[in-house]
C-alpha cells in the first residue's frame, strides 16, 4: 500500500558527494518520520539520518558534518546529501518512512535499497 522509490546511488572517489533520494507513494494519510539507514556487508543496519515531520533530526555520530538530511512534504520525499565520503560509508543505503494509511493503521515502509560505494 505504499511505495519508496529510490534513487542516487553510485560509485564515487572518497572525499566525494552524494545525493540520495526517496519518493513515498500509496494510501498514505500523513508522515511521521522520514529517513535513512544502512548496511554494510557482515554488518547490521544502522540508522544514518532520521526527520521527523516538524522537522527535528537525528543523525548518526558518523554523518554529523558530512551528510543532511531534508524532506519535502508535499512530494513525500527525502533526501540525504552526503559529502566528504570515506570508503567506511560504503552499504546498502535504505529508505525508511513511518506514517499511516488512509484506513487509519500506522505502517513502516522500506525502499528496496540504493548502492553506495566509495572508492580510495
Known amino acids: 500500500q505504499v511505495q519508496l522509490l529510490e534513487s542516487g546511488g553510485n560509485l564515487v572517489q572518497a572525499g566525494g558527494s552524494l545525493r540520495l533520494s526517496c519518493a513515498a507513494s500509496?494510501?498514505?494519510?500523513?508522515?511521521?518520520?522520514m529517513g535513512w539507514y544502512r548496511q554494510a556487508p557482515g554488518k547490521q543496519r544502522e540508522l544514518v539520518a532520521l526527520?521527523?515531520?516538524?522537522?527535528?533530526?537525528n543523525l548518526a555520530g558518523s554523518a554529523k558534518g558530512r551528510f543532511t538530511i531534508s524532506r519535502d512534504n508535499a512530494k513525500k520525499s527525502v533526501y540525504l546529501a552526503m559529502n566528504s565520503l570515506k570508503p567506511e560509508d560504503t552499504a546498502v543505503y535504505y529508505c525508511?518512512?513511518?506514517?499511516?494509511?488512509?484506513?487509519?493503521?500506522?505502517?513502516?515502509?522500506w525502499g528496496q535499497g540504493t548502492q553506495v560505494t566509495v572508492s580510495s
Open positions: 526527520m521527523s515531520n516538524g522537522g527535528a533530526t
Open positions: 525508511n518512512v513511518v506514517g499511516w494509511l488512509t484506513g487509519g493503521a500506522e505502517f513502516i515502509s
Open positions: 500509496g494510501s498514505i494519510l500523513s508522515i511521521k518520520t
